[in-house]
């Protein structure tokens, strides 16, 4: 019998699909056939338009749609899913209208490519996470959410519409707790779920953790009659899971350990024996060190959330001053970044350069020159390495009337990565820059960010 997830496709006539789209490469734009938007797209070197594949629809918070493509199409070509990427969506646009732009795009890619209406995935990173889910909430059709460095549009999790989760986040991430909370809340309302934390901070996961995502899916696929049984699939995860599992007991990390026996038990089970598992949970369960360890991880939590409210708040209120010698410390007490306490200092580092980054954008805007200033610094001294504090301050020196030095920022934001060719093109800052050489070189390298 078909899961109550999956998405049911009435259309009576055979569609004829589109056997031109180039296989083997990301391709990355492809206009949509009203016009109103373009994606890019990967179809596995083996696709077959005669053959219904599985389809992943990617949203990035920048519209980026090909990044997260060059990143995992080598396991399209493993699993045999296509990936379609948005680039409309991205950070900033009304949730109604993202979901608009997001039905078009399946839409218009299942008339021409050949998807399986039983196995749509939606994946997203920071802004784009809640892009996905919020497809998946709204509108129904999606067979699971693959959701990396963000969680749920506010109030979603008690939603009626179900599909499976699986959360991914860096352990230097500031979202960290907030996917945390959800895993819990998806784990209260019967969700099927999973997260895992992966080794760096906001950003899309490594491939190699993709890699455990889909073979998730696929196996909850499985257990949902959704795709034929995969004894290979299953001793695929169960072998993905084990390695998980040596290395959380390496480092004595009870409490991933315990989740990791329980994510076992939940996912195998029916599918290969799991009683060593089980056995093990509850000793684990019975015993005082996991007890303790889970209170640690509470108490550290606890006292994360509250320091990160105090940023917040008082953002503003405190001088350069201060924040030196805040950020001097957390930087000291984040050194090695190994241990819970110091990758909590380097989640509190990171989620100041996420606030300082939105009262400097917000500044900008207001001609709020001595402020603005004052937040950069901020920024740069929490975040060093963020290629948004160059661009934020080129925006600056155009509002100084400094047109060298902006110049000179966007080199060094670009030179750091900065890839959003969009932003850059239509910001009305630059707009008399066309003609300038060095603004010239920026657009270049940024281009060349972009598809890397």
């Not at 209208?97 to 196995?119: C, E, F, S």
């Not at 899971?241 to 329980?262: E, F, M, Q, S």
């Not at 050194?335 to 009262?359: A, F």
Request: net charge negative.
């Amino acid at each position: 019998m078909q899961s109550a997830k999956a998405a049911t496709d009435t259309t009576m006539a055979t569609p004829t699909y589109d056997a031109s789209l180039p296989k083997g490469r990301v391709v990355d734009s492809i206009t949509c056939k009203d016009g109103s938007q373009d994606f890019a797209l990967y179809l596995p070197a083996h696709y077959n338009p005669a053959q219904a594949y599985p389809c992943i629809y990617f949203f990035d918070p920048h519209g980026h749609g090909g990044l997260p493509l060059r990143m995992y199409k080598e396991l399209a070509e493993q699993y045999g899913f296509v990936l379609v990427g948005s680039n409309a969506s991205k950070n900033g646009m009304q949730w109604q209208v993202t979901n608009n732009a997001a039905q078009a795009l399946i839409a218009d890619t299942k008339g021409r490519i050949n998807i399986d209406p039983k196995r749509i995935y939606a994946a997203g990173f920071s802004g784009g996470s809640r892009v996905a889910s919020s497809v998946a909430l709204m509108d129904g059709g999606i067979a699971g959410v693959i959701g990396c460095g963000a969680g749920f549009p506010n109030g979603g999790a008690s939603a009626t519409s179900r599909f499976d989760y699986f959360g991914m986040v860096g352990d230097q991430d500031f979202n960290l707790i907030e996917m945390r909370q959800l895993d819990s809340t998806l784990e209260q309302n019967n969700f099927d779920h999973e997260l895992i934390v992966f080794s760096g901070k906001h950003a899309w996961a490594p491939a190699a953790d993709f890699s455990t995502a889909l073979l998730w899916m696929q196996v909850y696929a499985i257990k949902e009659h959704l795709q034929p049984k995969d004894d290979a699939l299953v001793a695929a995860l169960k072998s993905d899971y084990d390695k998980r599992l040596a290395a959380a007991i390496l480092a004595n990390d009870l409490v991933k350990v315990n989740g990791l026996l329980y994510s076992m038990i939940q996912t195998l089970g029916g599918l290969t024996d799991v009683a060593p598992e089980q056995k093990r949970l509850a000793d684990l369960a019975a015993g005082n060190a996991f007890k303790k360890a889970a209170y640690t991880q509470y108490m550290l939590q606890q006292n994360e959330l509250q320091q990160q409210q105090q940023f917040a708040k008082h953002f503003t209120a405190l001088d350069g001053k201060w924040w030196t010698q805040k950020i001097a410390q957390l930087e000291h007490d984040a050194d090695g970044g190994k241990t819970p306490d110091e990758l909590m200092n380097r989640r509190l580092l990171n989620y100041l350069g996420l606030v300082s980054y939105m009262s400097s954008n917000h500044a900008i805007q207001e001609n709020d020159m001595p402020n603005a200033e004052l937040y950069l610094k901020v920024f740069k001294m929490a975040d060093p390495q963020n290629p948004d504090q160059r661009y934020l301050t080129a925006q600056y020196y155009i509002k100084k009337g400094d047109n060298t030095q902006a110049v000179a920022s966007l080199k060094e934001a670009a030179a750091l990565g900065f890839s959003d060719v969009s932003q850059l093109l239509s910001d009305a800052a630059f707009t008399g820059f066309q003609g300038d050489a060095g603004y010239q070189e920026v657009v270049k390298k940024v281009r060349t960010n972009a598809v890397k």
